[in-house]
């Protein structure tokens, strides 16, 4: 059964699965493509998920009491569940390059010493143990963590002020649109993983509105935080840096005595990659019990967990591997997260039968509503003709 989801809770959804895998790696080549236009490459991959999310919201409107899964197994037996299993597949091909990703991360700037395999193996024990609670224990990390993380976002401009060399955006209405374009590119794959919400929430829960302003906040977020990386880094350094969110972190400095201030960044930023990674797994093993009813998903949770720990270190063998790979990647998200939408949009449409149920149903409770009131009307009648008989005999009827 679908947990129900307010409308703040989608907002922060959309920011958790638009901006968490977007910050580590693809703003590098961003800048490398779009040098110091590198924030307007987020406008055209805003526009492109605004179209493809409304497009989603449409088809969630015609099935109110369902999610995506129960939506495409129940209208469409074998091609529903074909496709339902190919995002299962998407999603973890996702979680096992998230758990390299994020592993990679927390050792070269956090845990040098120690080895990658310990760093990803507890990353999958926290995110097991967040998939167990449910969708709820996802909510209620993200209700927290990437709140954090947004006032973390907000306070940081203040702290770059000294750091920041406005320069370094010249010149300023020069813009390379082949290189914004180069950039929306491989920005694209990872800020559209958005699509898994109509997933694992029902219709009536999934609106577009507060999709729309989430998707909102992250574009514009990120753009504040790809115009921090340029101002204080500059072009030549950020578009050869690996995490160059980690280095707008260290040039962070309150004050001589605490120069090491991208340690605390870091720990209010992690507990929201762990729960980004718990949604992933939550996904691939949600889309299973969907899939294939007598599957329990969680029970589930730890073996797809060791197999995405396996295909993590078989997919990549290093983190350059896992660099240049967002390239061709971009290929395969745009028919998951935007074609199949298309496709959905135009073909998944309830039964004739299911209409006329809905109909009918609504008519009945119509004509229950109308009773209803009927009866209250006749009561009120009664009640306005015992009280004028009362009038007319000068107070309380008295027997003869």
């Known amino acids: 059964m679908n947990q129900s989801v ?15 895998g977007t910050l580590i790696q693809p703003h ?3 800048i490398y493509y779009a040098e110091q236009h590198a924030y307007l490459s987020y406008v055209p991959v805003v526009l492109v998920m605004v179209i493809s999310m409304w497009m989603v919201s449409r088809i969630q409107r015609r099935f109110p009491n369902q ?34 990703l994020i592993g990679d991360y927390v050792s070269i700037t956090l845990l040098e010493t120690t080895p990658i395999s310990i760093v990803v193996l507890s990353l999958m024990i926290m995110a097991v143990f967040i998939v167990r609670g449910g969708l709820g224990s996802l909510i ?11 006032l973390n976002s907000i306070i940081v401009p203040f702290m770059l002020i000294q750091q920041i060399n406005m320069d370094n955006l010249m010149p300023y209405f020069h813009v390379d649109t082949a290189g914004v374009g180069k950039g929306s590119w491989y920005i694209f794959s990872f800020y559209g993983e958005m699509i898994a919400l109509p997933f694992v929430v029902k219709g009536s829960d999934f609106r577009f509105k507060p999709v729309l302003w989430g998707i909102i906040i992250s574009g514009l977020l990120m753009m504040l935080i790809l115009v921090e990386t340029i101002t204080s880094i500059g072009v030549p350094i950020a578009s050869r840096l ?7 972190a260290r040039q962070l400095q309150i004050s001589d005595f605490l120069d090491r201030f991208d340690l605390a960044l870091a720990a209010a930023t992690l507990p929201t990659m762990i729960t980004k ?3 992933d797994l939550y996904f691939v093993c949600w889309g299973l019990k969907r899939m294939i009813p007598k599957v329990s998903g969680k029970v589930m949770t ?16 290093n983190a350059i591997q896992l660099y240049r790979f967002t390239r061709e990647w971009t290929w395969i998200a745009i028919v998951f997260e935007v074609l199949f939408p298309l496709v959905l949009f135009l073909f998944l449409r309830p039964r004739k039968k299911d209409k006329k149920e809905s109909a009918h149903q609504k008519s009945g409770e119509q004509s229950k509503k109308e009773k209803h009131e009927q009866g209250q009307e006749s009561t009120d009648s009664e009640k306005n003709g015992e009280k004028r008989r009362q009038d007319r ?8």
């Open 302 to 317: 730890g073996p797809v967990a060791l197999l995405g720990f396996v295909c993590a270190f078989w997919f990549f063998r």
């Open 393 to 400: 005999h000068g107070g309380e009827l008295q027997p003869s």
């Open 67 to 100: 999610d995506l899964f129960e939506a495409l197994a129940d209208r469409f037996p074998f091609m529903g569940r074909l496709a339902g299993v190919m995002y299962v597949l998407f999603f973890f091909f996702i979680f096992a390059r998230d758990i390299r």
């Open 277 to 279: 990674i718990a949604f």
């Open 140 to 150: 209620g990390m993200s209700e927290l963590y990437v709140t954090l993380f947004l």
């Open 6 to 20: 307010t409308s703040r809770q989608i907002v922060l959804l959309v920011l958790l699965l638009s901006i968490t």
């Open 28 to 30: 590098a080549q961003a």
């Open 242 to 248: 690996v995490y160059p969110s980690y280095e707008l």
